[in-house]
C-alpha cells in the first residue's frame, strides 16, 4: 500500500509492509507533539489526532462505547494500555464479541516499532499499523472496517 494516500495497492506478503512505507516515505507522520507523553518517544504521537484513537479510556469504557456504535464485524478503536504506559490497546468487534489487542513497541537497531504479533509484523507509526489492517486481517479475526467516533463532551 501506498501510505502517501496518493496510489494504493493490497500487500499480500505483511514482511513487505515495513519495506514499501521506507520507500515510499511517509515522513509527515513523525511530528513533535506538544508536551511529554510518560514512556513515549517525542515522535511517532500523529496518532493522537486521529477519530480512531480514544486516548486514557479504560477496558470497561472502551467495550461501552463499542456497544453504543453498535456489535459490527470490524468496529474499532485505539486508546491507551491501562497496564503498560508504552503499550496501546485495539478494541475490536468480531461475531458480536469484542475483543482486545495489545500493541507492543519493539526495538530494532534503535528504532521503535509497533505489533499486534510479538514483532512478526512491525509498523513505524500507529497510523500504518491501522491502514495494514484495513486491508488485511493478518492475526485478527477480522479486518478493521468501521472505528468508533470519539465523541467530545
Known amino acids: 500500500m501506498d501510505f502517501s494516500g496518493q496510489t494504493g495497492r493490497v500487500i499480500e506478503n505483511p514482511a513487505e509492509a515495513q519495506s514499501a512505507a521506507l520507500e515510499e516515505g511517509h515522513a509527515w507522520r513523525v ?31 472502551s467495550h461501552r462505547i463499542i456497544k453504543q456504535q453498535g456489535l459490527v464485524d470490524g468496529l474499532f478503536l485505539l486508546r491507551d494500555s491501562q497496564s503498560n504506559p508504552k503499550a496501546f490497546v485495539l478494541t475490536l468487534c468480531h461475531h458480536q464479541k469484542i475483543k482486545n489487542f495489545q500493541i507492543l513497541p519493539c526495538e530494532d537497531d534503535g528504532q521503535t516499532f ?26 485478527l479475526p477480522c479486518r478493521l472496517k468501521h472505528h468508533c467516533i470519539r465523541v467530545a463532551l
Open 31 to 61: 511530528r513533535l507533539w506538544p508536551g511529554p507523553t510518560p514512556g513515549l518517544p517525542q515522535r511517532n504521537v500523529i496518532h493522537r489526532t486521529q477519530h480512531w484513537f480514544h486516548g486514557r479510556i479504560s477496558r470497561e469504557e
Open 114 to 139: 509497533f505489533s499486534l504479533d510479538d514483532g512478526n509484523t512491525k509498523f513505524s507509526d500507529l497510523i500504518q499499523l491501522v491502514d495494514f489492517y484495513q486491508l488485511n486481517k493478518g492475526v
